[in-house]
């Protein structure tokens, strides 16, 4: 007679290639996996693809050609040099949004608790849809890159600085992905997270150095725009590509990136679990 696949199982040896969910390596496996389903999921929005990857391009080109000669007189450098760091980081924080309605789409139809309920390590699905966006700010960030090319953004100081950009892109997006997470999880599915995210994100867009220079803003607006999270991590992208001080802004972004993450991270594991088994 043989066993019934209805009868309890003993894991107290793990069958062949599964690891425990609570073990590093069970993390590890966990979230690579699950990572790759986020982005096949966001491949397949062939729509929502299309939006957060060619819309930023489109924005940037319009940014130069409407206001490139204005922002160029009055900073006395060529605008795409903040044009094209403001634009990439105004992509990874549009496509978060993205995460965020995509998460709430799965809580609403039960797919995040039949996750939730697997044998599978707690944190691995939270950190699969960060990954998944560390993937689409990447390449969001090449394509950006080489349209910026095209409108005069040129790497002046050579390979390392090149991959600095790119590096504060994904640290800056990183922390805003983690805290959107956190938000999402912690918010009614019918609350309207992303249209506030969404004015948060475009206030940020219109008060940073990259859409003008901090000097030409109100005397009483300065200190704000000047420390806001955007505008250091565009003056250290703008002195990568371009030369210039990086330390000060560096560290900057360095602290706002782990005080953003910091703050979030906790809220977010803990409200996946509420929303997860729905409480």
Request: hydrophobic letters at 55%.
């Given at each position: 007679m043989t066993r019934s696949d209805t009868a309890p199982r003993n894991f107290a040896f793990l069958p062949a290639g599964r690891v425990a969910e609570g073990t590093w390596s069970g993390f590890v496996r966990h979230s690579s996996i699950l990572a790759g389903r986020q982005i096949l999921v966001y491949a397949r929005d062939v729509p929502t693809l299309l939006q957060s990857l060619l819309m930023p391009a489109l924005a940037m080109i319009m940014f130069k050609v409407v206001l490139g000669d204005a922002i160029g007189t009055a900073s006395g450098m060529d605008s795409a040099f903040g044009t094209v760091p403001l634009v990439i980081l105004i992509g990874a924080m549009f496509g978060?949004?993205?995460t965020a309605v995509r998460l709430n789409m799965e809580r609403q139809s039960g797919l995040l608790n039949r996750i939730y309920v697997l044998p599978i390590n707690r944190a691995a699905d939270l950190t699969s849809r960060v990954i998944s966006e560390l993937v689409r700010i990447l390449v969001t960030t090449l394509i950006l890159l080489a349209a910026g090319h095209l409108i005069g953004f040129?790497?002046?100081?050579?390979?390392?600085p090149a991959l600095g950009i790119?590096?504060?892109?994904?640290?800056y997006g990183a922390a805003f992905s983690v805290l959107v997470l956190a938000l999402a999880v912690n918010t009614s599915p019918g609350a309207p997270l992303v249209q506030y995210l969404s004015l948060l994100s475009s206030l940020m867009m219109f008060f940073n150095s990259g859409f003008s220079p901090v000097d030409m803003y109100p005397g009483w607006l300065q200190p704000i725009v000047a420390n806001q999270p955007m505008t250091p991590a565009i003056e250290v992208m703008r002195a990568f590509a371009a030369g210039g001080p990086v330390a000060g802004n560096l560290v900057?972004?360095?602290?706002?990136?782990?005080?953003?993450?910091?703050?979030?991270?906790?809220?977010?594991?803990?409200?996946?679990?509420?929303a997860a088994v729905g409480r």
């Open positions: 978060s949004l993205a040129r790497f002046t100081q050579g390979v390392g790119i590096g504060v892109a994904m640290a900057k972004v360095a602290v706002w990136v782990v005080v953003i993450i910091g703050l979030s991270a906790y809220p977010a594991l803990r409200g996946y679990r509420k």
